[in-house]
């Protein structure tokens, strides 16, 4: 390996420190229009009439849309819609425009003019009667019978509000009965906020009818050719005349966007459709905050049981996720809660998990980092840390004892791969200093306390067998001996480009520097599913490795046809071809040559990938001033099993990124409704994720066990970062006060009012 | 709009008296731009002050600290001259909003936008400034408690007259103050509860107090029974409790849906007042 | 419409300006400098620093006349040509760029603090990148990186 495991700087680099990298709300097209959507003000209306007629009148408005004039088809603006497996169904429930809006944002109506300005008056100018009917905000509210219906048409008719699901999963055993055999038993319950992915770039489009029927759209997607299929299928135009492309670069996505970005792609189009010209459509932020897809937020509660030995027996565990308005995600993520959440880190012979997306008069909840089991390991973590307090263990040493391992029976449809928790586990110990520093509450009485927790899990390495999760890449050789390498995946932050092409040089035996990549865009390769799910770098280099063997046998049977020499003895490495030690010459050499026979070296190849359990373990410390309830995490110390780091950095980066969204998820960010005005957070001021200078020393901790079914023993890592955090935060919090949270964030308030109750101050 | 760039005050107030109603005074604009973009601004002649030289800069003068309006809340921190005499000033200054918005927002704009918590308007509170203000009919003099009218209201009506300078007395053997925010984030947040505290002590015993806090009704509000009850008393552990525990006597806070219930933001003012004065103890030891 | 007379990227500049928009959108829409982010137009995310008059700014809420006899710095204008700035490159050699889209904004923090501050102690580049959000990096490697670049500038890079 001469480019795996380097410290290569990424290639979009130069592009994004000198500001020219293009992203969607830099593209400028000629006669481009600007639309502006309007929104319902309620969070659950009939729209009794509506009058666009001062609006169209406006000078410099090209297209007024509603719900009168655009199709009334339903879609499911999430992958789901394209990537289900058969014989399940995705929930279509989402159309354009809504006469009907379901939460306080929901799109009525849409204008594009010369000018945004023009625009969001003309939009201001539609006169609506609206007749407000009855709402419902919480999960557990809107599962009461007698709650108001959000989504009659489209929710189970067996269950009320719940969307599409339950999702119950039974993983052999009997859990109830097994509860019975156990020497200790412990149960937690937990609320969680909803928050919001706030990537930098709001969400936006370009999108371009032309009258020949071609729609090309330009935008903030993370899934390019899901989009492109649900635009098709959403506006009724041949599949074959939808284009979908990034710009190229993507301000950040962390799940919001696979499938389209809020609205934005279709909601342009839409308007396109009607005036023949470019519409940009960039949502304000106010609109990315309160019209976009959240974190799932809810209630989940967990029953697990141990033998007297800490042998873990029987988990039950059960939550019901706020998931909206509209289905988007809510089915999968409830599952995917259950499955990498509440199982698969350790082995538990009796497991049920139940799961109930519900519908409720709210914004869309969906895709955020994590996709559900920050969820489930925020209810699991704390249950693991009582068992350890009721059984007398050390809480580090009761999840080793039972951490899955490489020949654990487990319910994975594929092995786990290698099973790093154990080492993940006692190298965060190490860094935060678990031996001095665990347990230390009652010795503590001044006005701030320190305390540390951990928390461990696994996740997926991506969506395979559970999704249509399948990659296809087309890669040759130029003239100049260049890599070039297709690719609809989309480039929103990782290095994914990057960290792709060091494995494609390595595999191909080019030199890094040669290669290059075309990628987020529809018409440049057939389908890829998109950046999510902690996939691209594992999936992409499996799909490389079996289209570089093609690419290698080509180039060796055309050179050892050329020379007399035979194929299987050839090597090229770095961009020299050799045979059995002896130099042949240069990659480019041949390349040249072969053009002028007509020839060019190319392979192409679609494979389903594998899939396998990444493992992590994440310890904090925390600070807690007993007199405010403030909480301030000093360190997290984060040990990731990445099997192989590619790029350290660029490694480094995913965690350390999805730890700080983390912290901010257990102790500060939290979306907060209010009724009859909506979501308070409506931007970065309200919002409080952190800053540079509210942050706590992170240390990440690459763990190299190479996994078996991963290309030079990769493993996935894109959401693993934020995952156990908020677990470790809340353990480490009771470690410093003795109590228990049940509710996140820890907000001052919420943390001074437990304390309180707890007779601790 | 029109924008005028004002090179002095004189030639500011002329602009405004011109555009009879019209005119807006601009300093740092971070709060106005904002507003104006939201459709709440109906001023159509902005003013701008930012580079009018009698109205920026730092200067002491007849045992006055003058700050003058123009001067950014960056200067104001960085101040060798605010460090060395009012410390918490230069802190409180230096915590709004973000460092780009202190290298524009003045310390003025803090006091007449008249925001129920901003930092540098409240760390300011019980310095005992004293703001001139320019207008047709002369120089007038206000006092801190006389800038507030109302919840994000001014006395100082921005069409019609301008502030000119802060003047601060220069702090006193036996004085000093602090400034303490409950704060969510470091940058770009406003904060649960700021408190700024001023006390002067002699042979051991507090011979006044001035303590501001915030937000917990107009303006910076003045805990006038703490005040009170500490006139005469030396700073013991269990006095600067009292001392928290009565300024709750003048705080009504309000609810917010981010930064604290009226419920939690009573709880913990107490804490944050004896922490101002504990901070100003400390100072005086 | 208003003229404004200003120097952008060490050119002087004659631009015929609508003065209700702020200075980023001029710099965006009218100069084509589209390096400089809006992330939320409200002065609240730093996507949109520029360097005005030596100072690190909120160009989003900045009225573009302010600009009239300024001297103003965007992220097109770091570079010397094909030379990146030692901001820059550490920006990439230290991972310090995700997405990319605040990149431009805090670089040119950064730079406005090294400009000034050629030594800055930890607390003094946390101050000075507060008001910018990065929701990708955690912001490890982006102090990391300004750290490094201080160093090498130092050295008289």
Aim: hydrophobic letters at 40%; one cysteine or more.
């Amino acid at each position: 390996m001469k480019y795996v495991g380097q410290n290569i700087p990424r290639n979009d680099g130069f592009d994004k420190v000198t500001g020219r990298g293009q992203f969607t709300f830099d593209v400028h097209l000629p006669r481009m229009v600007y639309g502006k959507v309007l929104r319902s003000p309620y969070a659950h209306a009939k729209v009794l009439s509506i009058d666009t007629s001062e609006a169209e009148a406006m000078p410099g408005v090209r297209a007024v849309c509603t719900f009168a004039n655009t199709t009334q088809k339903v879609w499911n603006g999430a992958a789901p819609m394209f990537i289900t497996p058969l014989p399940h169904k995705p929930v279509l429930d989402q159309t354009i425009f809504t006469d009907e809006p379901k939460y306080i944002g929901d799109e009525v109506a849409a204008v594009a003019a010369d000018t945004e300005a023009i625009a969001e008056e003309a939009a201001k100018r539609i006169k609506v009667e609206w007749q407000e009917l009855p709402a419902v905000y919480e999960p557990l509210e809107a599962i009461k019978p007698e709650s108001p219906d959000v989504q009659p048409k489209y929710a189970n008719p067996e269950f009320h509000n719940i969307c599409g699901g339950p999702v119950i999963l039974e993983f052999g055993g009997d859990p109830t009965a097994a509860f019975d055999q156990c020497d200790a038993v412990v149960e937690y319950d937990v609320t969680l906020p909803r928050v919001k992915q706030a990537q930098m770039e709001p969400h936006g489009a370009v999108a371009t009818y032309n009258p020949d029927g071609h729609l090309e759209v330009i935008c903030t997607t993370q899934a390019p050719y899901p989009t492109k299929m649900i635009l098709a299928e959403a506006l009724d135009i041949p599949v074959s005349k939808v284009t979908v492309k990034n710009p190229p670069y993507v301000g950040g996505g962390f799940g919001v966007r696979i499938g389209l970005s809020g609205k934005a792609e279709i909601l342009a189009a839409a308007l396109s459709m009607k005036c023949h010209r470019p519409v940009k459509l960039i949502y304000t932020r106010e609109e990315d905050f309160t019209c976009s897809d959240s974190r799932h937020g809810g209630y989940l509660k967990c029953k697990l049981g141990a033998k007297a030995d800490g042998t873990f027996v029987a988990i039950d565990t059960q939550a019901w996720l706020n998931t909206g308005a509209y289905a988007t995600f809510g089915t999968d993520l409830v599952g995917v809660c259950g499955a990498c959440g509440t199982a698969g880190a350790y082995a538990i012979p009796n497991f049920r998990y139940t799961g109930w997306p519900v519908y409720t008069n709210q914004m869309t909840a969906g895709a955020m980092r994590g996709f559900g089991t920050p969820q489930g390991n925020a209810v699991v973590e704390p249950a693991i840390e009582l068992m350890a307090q009721k059984l007398g263990m050390d809480s580090i040493e009761l999840r080793k004892k039972n951490s899955t391992r490489e020949d654990t029976k487990n319910w994975f449809p594929f092995p786990p791969g290698s099973c790093g928790t154990n080492e993940c586990l006692d190298r965060a110990a190490a860094s935060i200093g678990w031996e001095e520093k665990h347990g230390k509450a009652e010795e503590q009485t001044g006005r701030i306390r320190r305390g540390v927790g951990i928390s461990a899990g696994t996740h997926v390495s991506n969506a395979a067998p559970f999704c249509v999760d399948y990659d296809t890449i087309l890669i040759r050789i130029e003239r100049d001996g260049t890599l070039f390498v297709n690719s609809s995946i989309p480039e929103i932050g990782p290095g994914s480009t990057t960290a792709c092409l060091q494995v494609a040089a390595d595999l191909i035996g080019v030199p890094y520097k040669n290669a290059v990549m075309k990628f987020g865009d529809t018409d440049a390769a057939p389908f890829d599913i998109g950046s999510h799910a902690t996939r691209t770098l594992y999936t992409v280099s499996y799909v490389m490795a079996d289209a570089a063997k093609k690419l290698r046998k080509d180039i060796f049977d055309w050179v050892g046809g050329k020379l007399d020499l035979d194929p299987a003895k050839l090597e090229l490495e770095d961009g020299v071809l050799s045979c059995e030690g002896k130099p042949l010459g240069n990659l480019a050499d041949f390349a040249s040559q072969a053009h002028l026979e007509g020839k060019q070296f190319m392979a192409s190849s679609c494979q389903v990938p594998p899939n396998c359990l990444p493992f992590y373990a994440q310890a904090a410390e925390v600070e807690v001033d007993v007199e405010t309830g403030m909480v301030k995490v000093l360190k997290v110390a984060a040990a990731h099993d990445v099997g192989k780091a590619v790029n350290p950095p660029l490694c480094r980066g995913q965690i350390e990124g999805g730890v700080l969204q983390g912290v901010g998820y257990a102790v500060r960010e939290e979306m907060t409704y209010v009724e009859g005005k909506g979501f308070y957070n409506k931007g970065f001021h309200s919002y409080m994720l952190p800053t540079a200078d509210d942050r706590p020393e992170i240390e990440s901790i690459l763990v190299e066990n190479p996994d078996p079914s991963g290309v030079f023993g990769i493993i996935g890592i894109g959401e693993c970062g934020v995952n156990p955090t908020l677990a470790a935060i809340g353990n480490a919090v009771e470690d410093a006060t003795g109590v228990r949270f049940h509710e996140f964030p820890l907000t001052p308030a919420r943390v001074l009012a437990g304390l309180k109750a707890a007779g601790k101050i | 709009m029109q924008y005028i760039n004002a090179s002095s005050a004189r030639e500011a107030l002329a602009a405004l008296l011109e555009a009879d109603g019209s005119g807006v005074i601009v300093a740092g604009a971070t709060d106005l731009m904002v507003d104006y973009k939201a459709g709440k601004v109906k001023s159509t002649v902005w003013i701008d002050v930012t580079r009018a030289a009698d109205l920026v800069g730092i200067t002491e003068e007849d045992g006055k600290l003058v700050i003058g309006a123009a001067t950014t809340l960056t200067t104001i921190a960085r101040s060798p001259l605010v460090k060395k005499y009012f410390p918490s000033l230069a802190q409180g200054c230096g915590t709004v909003g973000s460092l780009q918005i202190r290298n524009s927002a003045t310390l003025v704009g803090n006091v007449v936008s008249a925001q129920p918590a901003g930092d540098g308007a409240m760390s300011l509170a019980p310095l005992d400034p004293t703001f001139t203000v320019l207008s047709a009919d002369g120089e007038r003099q206000l006092s801190m408690g006389e800038m507030y009218a109302g919840f994000a209201r001014s006395t100082i009506d921005h069409s019609r007259e301008l502030v000119t300078k802060i003047s601060i007395p220069l702090p006193k053997p036996g004085e000093a103050a602090a400034f303490v925010r409950l704060e969510l984030r470091k940058s770009l947040s406003l904060p649960m509860l700021n408190c700024a505290a001023m006390v002067h002590v002699e042979g051991g015993k507090v011979t006044w107090a001035r303590i501001t806090m915030a937000p917990v009704g107009v303006g910076p509000v003045r805990a006038t029974a703490a005040e009170e009850y500490l006139a005469g008393q030396e700073l013991t552990d269990e006095v600067l409790a009292r001392a928290g525990e009565l300024a709750l006597e003048n705080a009504n806070p309000r609810s917010n849906p981010l930064r604290g219930s009226r419920e939690y933001r009573l709880e913990t003012l107490p804490v944050i007042v004896r922490r101002a004065l504990e901070a100003c103890r400390a100072q005086l030891n | 419409m208003a003229e404004l007379h200003t120097t952008i990227n060490g050119e002087y500049v004659v631009a015929e300006v609508d003065p209700d928009q702020s200075l980023a959108q001029f710099l965006r829409e009218k100069m084509y400098l589209t390096g400089t982010k809006i992330g939320c137009g409200k002065g609240e995310c730093g996507a949109c620093t520029i360097i005005m008059d030596g100072k690190a700014v909120t160009s989003c809420i900045i009225p573009v006349l302010r600009a009239e006899g300024a001297v103003i710095q965007t992220i097109e204008g770091v570079a010397r040509g094909e030379k990146l700035h030692p901001l820059q490159e550490e920006f990439v050699n230290q991972g310090a760029v995700q997405c990319g889209f605040c990149t431009p904004g805090m670089i040119m923090s950064a730079k406005a603090l090294l400009d000034e501050n050629p030594e800055p102690e930890k607390e003094e580049i946390r101050e000075a990148l507060g008001g910018n959000i990065c929701r990708c990096t955690g912001y490890v490697n982006i102090e990391r990186a300004v750290e490094a670049a201080a160093d090498r500038m130092r050295k008289g890079e």
